[in-house]
């Protein structure tokens, strides 16, 4: 392998999705259904599995503490193994929303490939509960996430890594676009 070559693949592609990907309008589509959460006293609730869980933490805290926006995310293990141990994994962020999620909220669920069945059944759920739904997806264009969300953020790939570094790109942009600037203070 020409590891040079590769890197070099590597970034070009990823500049490719950021370049050619045109998601202004569900970015600022989401700015709006944000504030409108907001600004009704509602939350932003956050979801994912692996690395979409920390990417989902890392947009929590920011839209919390940067945006001044209520958020939550479901990443605490005991929280978790308690409700995975008595509802069953699939159904586990689900049971969440029934605790935490009340209508208005909107909740961001983060899935490589918009299959995972705990995410989908939770978007399923908050659709029918007046919880607006946003989705960071990719792999297959008709994955079950997808089809269940109100605005949804698509990747046409199937690299793990590549997904998740754009996902975590395209969710922090709606959080600056949010505050109406790139550099801030965070004190």
Request: proline share 1%.
């Amino acid at each position: 392998m020409n590891e040079t070559q590769f890197l070099t693949d590597y970034y070009k592609e990823c500049a490719n999705f950021l370049v050619n990907t045109d998601v202004n309008k569900n970015s600022i589509d989401a700015k709006k259904m944000i504030l409108s959460t907001s600004k009704s006293g509602g939350k932003l609730i956050f979801a994912g599995n692996g690395a979409s869980a920390s990417i989902a933490n890392h947009a929590s805290l920011d839209f919390t503490k940067q945006a001044k926006m209520k958020s939550v995310n479901f990443n605490e293990s005991a929280f978790i193994t308690a409700f995975a141990n008595d509802f069953g994994y699939s159904r586990w962020i689900e049971k969440s929303l029934e605790c935490y999620g009340e209508r208005g909220d909107t909740l961001i669920l983060i899935s490589c490939s918009g299959t995972s069945e705990n995410v989908v059944n939770a978007a399923i759920y908050a659709k029918s509960h007046g919880i607006n739904v946003i989705t960071f997806t990719g792999f297959s264009d008709m994955n079950p996430l997808k089809k269940a969300g109100d605005i949804n953020f698509w990747i046409d790939s199937r690299a793990y890594n590549i997904i998740e570094g754009i996902h975590q790109i395209w969710l922090l942009s709606i959080c600056d676009l949010i505050i109406g600037k790139k550099e801030y203070s965070v004190s």
